[in-house]
């Protein structure tokens, strides 16, 4: 409902001293200017404390454009996260058409349209899907939120209204949100929380949103449904047996909270104070009419006809804190929690509690002191503490009390807060521990502190002497404006309650587990499990085939060769592995070549592979490890292989003709095909790269050289290819092998060298240094214009 023309909210334009048309530019210039004016810190007036926070909430109001929106046309804002207004006009009668009808012919029969007002508490709460996500998700973290998803003109919505509105009765009044959202005006917040239909429930916790399944909404299995939502520990049964071990556990940093009632169901009331409290405090019940509970009570002088709340510090004796009432209500509970949710000396176990325990004073005259003792998680530490706890526990004095917190901190935990400490301090004790600190926090990350003299001991005299240094120092500090010795930046404490990995993947799939149990039903059942199975399928199918490959992969890592090193360690021998070039191969070998890469092919039969072979290994075996060669063979007795040799002689010839080749002369040629670049070069021990290759020989015979010219002039007319330009072959090949025997028998070996007639085992001998030459780039290159198919492919 609006709010009452006596409250009118404050004109936040008259307050920044602007003009409603103003922009956002001119909105922060203002902002800055008034704050740095009326700023506590600067500004000693009375006023100027109320003035800052009054300019800060107007700042605020106009910089966000639906509340200045809603403002400008209303007058007025609403801080909850209830934006969408409505008037009421419920007490209006509303216009029917047929009145006239029906009253002309005096009957009394009135069609009864009253569906609007039914609807009208879901739209006095209805939310937007912005304040969902700016608000009602943040509240949720201490506020359980109660969401209905609504729709006009729905049947169903406007027969749960009742409901809703008792819901809404006994519900808001134990610190239950409770909110509306129209599906189809918010369809996108619809569709994040999988809302499917209308009416919708869902429960909201710590932002993770709760599904009402049942088929039908009543009260009863509505307030089933919230109880089974909340955590199952989150008020715990205490008996006799669990009493010692509940009240014990406060080295959690939390304090203990015992409340007594006579119902066998733990109310949603301590459900709700549960919640909002359960980082600070552990919640138990205790049922009176039962007799495993009767100890507890008369421990504790508990009466049996009311309703009990007692809340327990350190010790587990005496509590700090009660209250009876025949029904607890909910702001008691909290008001008596509130005040005291930590411990008479509480850890500094994460930054929220920093913050709560020691917040930032930027007044000398004001400042709050936080006295830390700085410990170990150990128990012979334990005196320490409980000497500071005593001390703490008899200060009386309300003022030191309200500006003085003490508490102590494990150092191995916060390791970055104490390298803050010491770093900053040259005076600081070597030896942390034992040793309190007092802090002022001026701003979130900056403090000045100074070391208690002395350090904080806990036998006979000496811990007199400690307590009287303590009260000195803490009296001068409240009472003077003396500045403090040092000053340091610190980061963010160490959160000592966050949960682990493990914990964290654990909630995550009870989430993911929630979720598919709320959003999937039969229909979508078999396709997820359709998926599940093959998903399975596929992980178990490539882990079978990386097991085969990795069998087959040890297999012929076995196979290899092994040899011993100079050290005497096996190791694997690399292996020159030759291919044959055949159909099958050749587009692996030739035509997809990746750039930089090269075949190096030898022709050979199955007479002389025998004898070619090993010449032809040995011969490119130092280039094993060349990951960008491959090595292979030509059987010439295939007609397909010779075919393809021929080809290849042709494109690479500067002008095409018709060729005539001897197989047998091409046995021991090389070839070195280049797939990407599309050339190929030539090894022939009759081709002239072979013979100008070698070596001159200083001591050379005129015969040797006339020889050397003859051959090389042989090899040019194409002898070197396997075919003869002229007739002439048999002859010369007659003469060569007349004076090759003279050669012998005038034992000159260089001749025989260089004669035209070769013996198998001598075609491959100079292949060594013609690679050399290969792989400098010195040999003599021909292009093609394309690689030929394969014949008969």
Request: net charge neutral; proline share 5%.
């Amino acid at each position: 409902m609006p709010p009452n023309s006596s409250e009118k909210q404050p004109d936040p334009y008259e307050i920044l001293h602007i003009k409603r048309n103003a922009d956002a530019t001119t909105v922060k210039k203002a902002f800055k200017q008034l704050a740095k004016e009326w700023h506590p810190d600067k500004n000693q007036s009375p006023e100027a404390e109320a003035r800052f926070i009054e300019i800060n909430e107007a700042y605020k109001l106009l910089m966000d454009p639906e509340r200045r929106r809603l403002f400008d046309s209303t007058g007025h804002t609403d801080e909850q996260p209830n934006f969408r207004k409505q008037h009421d006009y419920s007490s209006f009668r509303r216009f029917d058409p047929f009145d006239d009808i029906f009253s002309t012919f005096g009957g009394n029969f009135r069609f009864n349209f009253k569906y609007g007002e039914g609807t009208n508490i879901y739209k006095k709460q209805s939310i937007t899907f912005k304040s969902y996500q700016n608000s009602v998700v943040q509240l949720s973290q201490k506020q359980p939120y109660l969401i209905l998803f609504y729709s006009d003109w729905c049947i169903a919505c406007a027969q749960i209204e009742p409901i809703w509105r008792r819901l809404c009765e006994e519900l808001e009044p134990i610190n239950f949100g409770m909110a509306t959202v129209h599906a189809g005006r918010e369809v996108e917040l619809a569709k994040r929380l999988g809302v499917k239909t209308v009416p919708y429930l869902i429960m909201l916790l710590d932002g993770h949103p709760y599904h009402y399944t049942q088929p039908s909404v009543s009260m009863v299995s509505s307030l089933d449904f919230i109880r089974s939502k909340f955590p199952h520990k989150l008020v715990q049964r205490i008996t006799e047996e669990d009493l010692d071990s509940f009240l014990g556990g406060w080295m959690d940093n939390r304090v203990r909270v015992l409340l007594f009632g006579r119902l066998d169901i733990i109310r949603l009331r301590y459900l709700s104070v549960g919640w909002e409290f359960r980082e600070r405090a552990v919640i138990g019940y205790v049922q009176m009419d039962r007799s495993d509970t009767d100890s507890i009570r008369v421990r504790y002088s508990v009466s049996s006809k009311v309703d009990t709340l007692l809340v327990f510090h350190e010790d587990p004796y005496t509590p700090v804190a009660s209250v009876a009432m025949t029904d607890l209500p909910y702001p008691t509970m909290k008001d008596i929690i509130d005040g005291n949710k930590f411990l008479v000396l509480p850890r500094l176990s994460s930054q929220s509690v920093f913050d709560a325990l020691c917040p930032v004073e930027s007044m000398r005259s004001r400042r709050r002191l936080c006295v830390v003792l700085v410990t170990q998680d150990d128990p012979a530490h334990d005196p320490s503490r409980a000497a500071l706890r005593d001390y703490a526990t008899a200060t009386d004095q309300a003022r030191e009390r309200e500006r003085v917190r003490y508490t102590y901190l494990f150092r191995e935990k916060q390791v970055d807060f104490m390298n803050a400490l010491t770093a900053a301090a040259s005076g600081s004790p070597v030896e942390t521990n034992h040793r309190i600190v007092i802090l002022w926090r001026t701003e979130r990350h900056t403090l000045k502190y100074e070391w208690l003299e002395g350090g904080w001991e806990v036998e006979g005299e000496k811990h007199n002497t400690s307590r009287e240094n303590l009260r000195a120092t803490i009296t001068r500090l409240l009472h003077s404006n003396q500045p403090m010795p040092y000053e340091t930046v610190i980061q963010e404490l160490f959160d000592e309650h966050a949960q682990g990995i493990v914990w964290r993947i654990i909630s995550k799939l009870v989430s993911v587990q929630d979720f598919l149990r709320d959003n999937v039903n039969q229909d979508d059942i078999v396709p997820a499990v359709s998926i599940m199975v093959t998903v399975i399928f596929i992980v178990a199918g490539g882990y079978v085939m990386s097991y085969l490959v990795k069998l087959e992969e040890e297999r012929v890592s076995s196979a290899r060769s092994t040899f011993v090193d100079s050290t005497g360690r096996v190791k694997i021998a690399p292996q020159l592995r030759v291919h044959e070039l055949r159909g099958e191969s050749y587009n692996g070998m030739v035509r997809l070549l990746k750039p930089g890469c090269r075949t190096i092919v030898v022709l050979c039969d199955s007479e002389s592979k025998s004898k070619l072979m090993p010449k032809f290994h040995k011969a490119c075996w130092p280039y094993r490890k060349n990951k960008t060669l491959m090595f292979g063979f030509l059987n010439i007795e295939r007609a397909s292989g010779m075919e393809w040799y021929k080809r290849i002689l042709v494109l690479g010839l500067p002008e095409p003709r018709d060729l005539n080749i001897n197989p047998k002369n091409t046995i021991g040629t090389v070839i070195a095909l280049n797939g990407h670049r599309k050339y190929y070069c030539l090894y022939h021990a009759k081709h002239p790269e072979a013979v100008f290759g070698l070596p001159t020989n200083p001591g050379a015979t005129a015969e040797t050289e006339g020889l050397r010219r003859r051959h090389t002039k042989s090899s040019i007319t194409g002898d070197f290819m396997g075919f003869s330009d002229n007739e002439s072959e048999s002859e010369s090949d007659v003469e060569t092998g007349d004076k090759r025997k003279d050669s012998i028998a005038s034992d000159k070996p260089l001749l025989n060298y260089y004669s035209n007639i070769l013996f198998e085992d001598q075609l491959l001998e100079g292949l060594g240094n013609w690679l050399d030459r290969l792989f400098e780039g010195t040999t003599l290159r021909y292009h093609i214009n394309y690689w030929p198919d394969w014949p008969g492919k």
